[in-house]
């Protein structure tokens, strides 16, 4: 998880560092792959939130 999320961090820092259509076009990549990802990371952030408000336990119900 680290991993990927510095992986993505040094390719958009790549992509801000370089100039000219080449990094325009890479830059234009990298976000749509960010983009899905994001989304998926989104999904799964909220099966889990889903997942916690079922299971009845004290610190759930102390929260909401």
Known sequence: MKKLLSVLLAATTVVSLGGGQLSTLTGQIMTSA??????TMARISVAIMVL?????????????
Do not use: E, H, N
Not at 34 to 39: A, E, K, N, Q, V
Not at 52 to 57: D, L, R, T
């Open 52 to 64: 916690v408000a079922m299971i009845p336990s004290p610190l759930t119900r102390k929260s909401m």
């Open 34 to 39: 960010i983009c899905r990802s994001t989304m």
